[in-house]
């Protein structure tokens, strides 16, 4: 396995195998009424993150300390440029400190990448800018596999706003990986720059009608739409998105009844997923929450519990 | 004092000594020595004041003119100074260069422009000539005193914006019309900020799609040559299309010539080589302003070039204090160093491929520039009585670009480690030597 983990493209098929083996035994402690792991003691773990979360950073949070790491959060919210510290100074006062390893969230595309190339500890990458968001991705993956047995050959859709999404950079490089047959679902305004292109190096479909793709879907992974890119500046209306893209009450109905439905959270009820959908018994949302933890878990385990420790 | 160059092929073609006397070439002999050196020899203080640079196997130029430098000074003097670029512009072959106007404070009056002309003869080393301010502050509505950096001792002929387009229609216009008072000329950032969004770092296009890079589309800077292109033509007025870089840009420039409108166009050096697919690692060093574009729009620039329609390469020298650019990708600064480089590059590539010779290299890196820029003394043919303002090129010579070494006080050099055929040896600014042995003087 490579020492970092900043894309899906630094796994293969092999590690990622590894990576859901483990946090399958992850799983089964969740599950325990003693979950704590000695795997990472004395090891030091910071979360470092420029960008607000809740759901990632406590579940990184929880998956270190389950595994009985040093947890330490540090929010650096706000552009470093505002703050006339550069990036690079920023991460290395924290990297001083005697971090194992580093835990980023930053609003800027290929800020663990940069990251990596100026500390010694290792690096995960929980959601750089429009990038990639592995971890969700691997979850996914992994809540997918579970509910399915396979990815092999299965149709996924990913719909909703692919152009600011880092899950679906990463979920369409892992489910590929993992033979999976993909196509994304958006109004053109919605769609990255240069999809037609990518779409065919990469293989995978691009669709405007949900409605079409729809009934084949094996599973269906509904992007959350944000409130900045309503009120006409990459579509009309609310009101619009949900006639057109929205996981409705109407199409569950046509929805095969055992495919997964997933969204990486939060929910925009009622915009992107109908309170039906998101509260159907085929819904997978709280799953993934749980397999976060497990998949975090892994990840931690495998990047740190090897190394020696930096101080 | 004098100085002679010997055995220079004169711009690639023949092959001749130069004599040069008080800053102006005094004699050009094919036949082996001067008639009034001899004259000079016995008269007066004899050999011991000439100079001789054995230049066997160069090529000599007339002295570089760079249409498109930042200085940084006033401002940011710890990315550059008037000193540290007219030091990188002497070693890259420059006799002369247009210093943008986004200093701080912007270059927008005929004392700003008039500080900078003294900071650069105080240096010496190159001619600085400022660029003025289109309008106050750059901030794209009022005009900048235009008039009174033309009359000031600086004499503005270029104004610009750079760094921002005069996206106003309107205020373009009055620009346009109000420097035909003077024969002024607008350099045009051309970049429509409302085609991209207030972040946009790169090329708009597969690469950013993938990497989640928020892009400039071509089209932002080809709908404002376009509108350019008609605005002067309405106006009768000089437009000038800064660091051109799409394939669409060059089609539009390319009809506007053949319409006789009066435009003229420059390339820089990196867009006539790298291409976007150098982001793929994040590294800001490549993050410019117009940003990287793909092959198919390389391709279109070289054509252009070669072809007359880009009548000018200018480096858009724009270095940066490394913190500046230790940044994630979408904060960090914009724009890379080039002076030093320039030359070497177009050798590279244009001279190299057969696309051009190095009289076509005179031409758009010296008189074409000078032309553009009413720069008197700049840009001549290497003819007797002219002022001598001379580079001398080792068209052989393999480079392999250090960013170490670099007289620039930055390092945002992105052609470090890379290796280029052709260097620049000597330059002389008006009969005296600045560079010589690839070295200041």
């Not at chain 1, 004395?42 to 470092?48: A, E, I, K, P, S």
């Not at chain 1, 800027?108 to 990251?115: E, F, K, R, Y």
């Not at chain 2, 420097?179 to 597969?206: K, M, W, Y």
Request: proline content about 4%.
């Amino acid at each position: 396995m490579n020492k970092h983990l900043l894309s899906i493209d630094d796994l293969d098929v092999n590690d990622v195998s590894v990576l859901f083996d483990t946090a399958a035994e992850m799983h089964d402690v969740q599950r325990r009424s003693v979950k704590k792991l000695p795997a990472l003691r004395g090891r030091t773990v910071v979360n470092l993150f420029f960008e607000d979360s809740t759901r990632t950073r406590s579940s990184f949070e929880i998956a270190g300390k389950w595994l009985s790491a040093d947890v330490i959060n540090v929010s650096a919210k706000g552009s470093s440029v505002s703050k006339g510290e550069s990036l690079r100074d920023t991460v290395l006062t924290v990297a001083a400190m005697g971090v194992d390893g580093l835990v980023i969230r930053h609003g800027a595309s290929g800020a663990a990448q940069q990251v990596s190339q100026w500390t010694e500890a290792v690096v995960i990458n929980a959601g750089d800018g429009m990038h990639e968001h592995p971890t969700q991705a691997l979850l996914d993956a992994y809540t997918l596999q579970r509910r399915m047995g396979t990815l092999e050959d299965k149709r996924v859709a990913i719909v909703g706003d692919l152009t600011h999404s880092r899950v679906f950079r990463s979920n369409i490089l892992l489910l590929h990986k993992l033979g999976a047959h993909v196509t994304v679902v958006a109004p053109p305004t919605l769609m990255p720059a240069g999809v037609t292109a990518w779409s065919k190096d990469a293989g995978f479909e691009t669709s405007y009608d949900l409605d079409e793709v729809l009934p084949d879907a094996d599973a269906v992974m509904m992007l959350r739409v944000q409130r900045e890119r309503m009120n006409g500046a990459y579509f009309p209306s609310a009101r619009e998105y949900t006639v057109g893209y929205g996981l409705t009450r109407e199409r569950l109905a046509v929805l095969k009844p055992d495919a997964p439905i997933c969204h990486p959270g939060p929910m925009n009820r009622g915009l992107e997923i109908a309170a039906d959908a998101a509260d159907a018994a085929q819904s997978a949302v709280l799953d993934q929450v749980s397999a976060g933890v497990a998949i975090r878990m892994s990840v931690l385990y495998h990047l740190l519990a090897g190394e020696e420790s930096g101080a | 004092m004098s100085l002679v160059i010997k055995g220079a092929s004169l711009r690639g073609e023949k092959t001749a000594d130069l004599l040069i006397r008080d800053g102006v070439i005094a004699e050009v002999s094919t036949g082996g020595g001067f008639e009034t050196l001899v004259g000079a020899r016995s008269s007066t203080t004899g050999e011991s004041s000439t100079t001789e640079i054995d230049a066997d196997g160069l090529v000599a130029l007339p002295g570089l003119v760079d249409l498109h430098t930042h200085l940084r000074e006033p401002g940011r003097e710890d990315a550059e100074t008037v000193l540290t670029g007219s030091r990188a512009a002497a070693l890259g072959g420059f006799t002369a260069v247009l210093a943008m106007a986004n200093t701080s404070p912007v270059t927008d009056t005929g004392e700003a422009a008039e500080r900078i002309f003294d900071l650069g003869r105080l240096a010496g080393l190159v001619d600085v000539q400022p660029v003025g301010a289109v309008t106050r502050g750059l901030g794209g509505q009022e005009l900048a005193e235009l008039g009174l950096m033309a009359r000031s001792r600086a004499k503005v002929r270029v104004f610009s914006d750079d760094g921002r387009c005069v996206h106003d229609p309107r205020v373009m216009r009055r620009a346009l019309e109000y420097i035909r008072a003077f024969g002024g000329v607008i350099s045009q950032h051309s970049q429509d900020p409302d085609l991209a969004g207030p972040t946009a770092c790169c090329h708009e296009g597969e690469l950013s799609g993938r990497l989640g890079l928020p892009g400039w589309p071509g089209i932002a800077e080809e709908t404002i040559v376009a509108r350019d292109v008609m605005l002067a033509r309405h106006t009768g007025s000089r437009v000038h299309v800064a660091h051109v870089s799409t394939a669409g840009s060059v089609e539009v420039i390319r009809w506007a010539k053949a319409q006789g409108i009066d435009i003229t166009a420059e390339v820089t050096p990196h867009h006539l080589l790298l291409t976007t697919d150098l982001l793929a690692g994040y590294d800001p060093v490549y993050k410019v302003n117009p940003p990287l574009r793909p092959d198919e729009d390389v391709a279109a620039l070289r054509d252009a070039l070669a072809d007359g329609t880009i009548d000018a390469v200018a480096t858009d020298h724009a270095p940066h204090a490394r913190h500046d650019k230790e940044h994630a990708f979408v904060d960090a600064a914009f724009g890379m160093l080039g002076l030093e480089t320039a030359l070497s590059v177009v050798s590279e590539v244009m001279v190299g491929s057969g696309a051009m010779t190095w009289s076509d290299v005179a031409r758009v890196m010296s008189q074409s520039p000078a032309r553009i820029a009413g720069l008197d003394g700049h840009g001549g043919t290497l003819a007797v009585g002219q002022p001598a303002n001379i580079t001398l090129v080792d068209p052989d010579a393999m480079v392999v670009v250090d960013r170490a070494t670099s007289a620039s006080l930055s390092r945002n050099n992105p052609w470090h480690e890379r290796k280029l055929t052709g260097a620049v040896v000597a330059t002389v600014l008006r009969g005296a030597p600045t560079v010589l042995d690839g070295g200041l003087v």
